[in-house]
């Protein structure tokens, strides 16, 4: 069936360093990948999305790539601070489907 | 306006008690979503409605019951939970057709005791 691995669970690093998260999905009819961050008691929000034709995108400190041939797409975060400090969720949709595959998130924490 | 408003933010219920959540949007959106997410886990998709009809019920039990009265509101009806149900309910909601970001309310916590 659909499904998204999502690593690493957890990543701990320092402030201003960067934080790769990585994703591999299955169903090759996956052409919408949006990464959500989800802070401690709050909903998930979208913080940036990548689509099949494309293969990066970037948001000021945030970048994330998709090889579509390989299946797999990742999430960059450059100069890290302590609120970035979340969890991140990845995530792959189909055309015309309303079901969202999710990863099974990354806490990400940032040290001061 | 883009919130989806979810009420109540908790709610604590007995096991024979029945109760409703509630969801709103007014973005114009024609998917509406519930979700079930437990601690440390990714959001679990339950139902779904795209213009006010259910399309998708991933096998929740029937003691969850959707109902979309129209294309801003979104219900959750609840009757003989039990424990293991307690969890954030969140509804989300997104524009029809491909490749569309879903927007997620703050969600209910729900406690069954």
């Known amino acids: 069936g659909e499904n998204v691995e999502q690593h690493p669970s957890t990543l701990s690093v320092q402030e201003g360093d960067s934080a790769v998260i990585k994703c591999t999905y299955s169903d090759s009819a996956s052409n919408y990948f949006p990464w959500y961050k989800q802070e401690l008691g709050k909903r998930p929000q979208l913080i940036i999305d990548i689509r099949s034709n494309v293969g990066e995108k970037k948001d000021q400190r945030i970048a994330v790539t998709l090889n579509k041939t390989a299946k797999h797409f990742s999430l960059h975060i450059t100069e890290t601070q302590p609120e970035d400090s979340a969890v991140y969720f990845c995530?792959?949709?189909?055309?015309?489907?309303?079901?969202?595959?999710f990863g099974a998130g990354t806490r990400l924490f940032v040290k001061a | 306006d883009t919130e989806v408003t979810q009420t109540p933010k908790h709610l604590v219920m007995g096991m024979t008690n029945k109760k409703s959540l509630k969801c709103e949007q007014h973005m114009g959106h024609r998917a509406m979503y519930w979700y079930k997410q437990k601690a440390k886990k990714p959001p679990e998709l339950m139902f779904v409605y795209s213009y006010e009809k259910l399309s998708i019920n991933e096998s929740v039990p029937s003691r969850f019951s959707p109902e979309c009265p129209n294309s801003s509101l979104l219900n959750l009806h609840l009757h003989a939970l039990q424990p293991e149900d307690s969890a954030l309910y969140l509804c989300?909601?997104?524009?029809?057709?491909?490749?569309?970001?879903?927007?997620f309310g703050q969600g209910t916590r729900l406690t069954v005791v």
């Open positions: 989300a909601s997104s524009a029809q057709g491909a490749e569309t970001e879903a927007f």
């Open positions: 995530a792959a949709k189909r055309t015309g489907g309303f079901k969202t595959i």
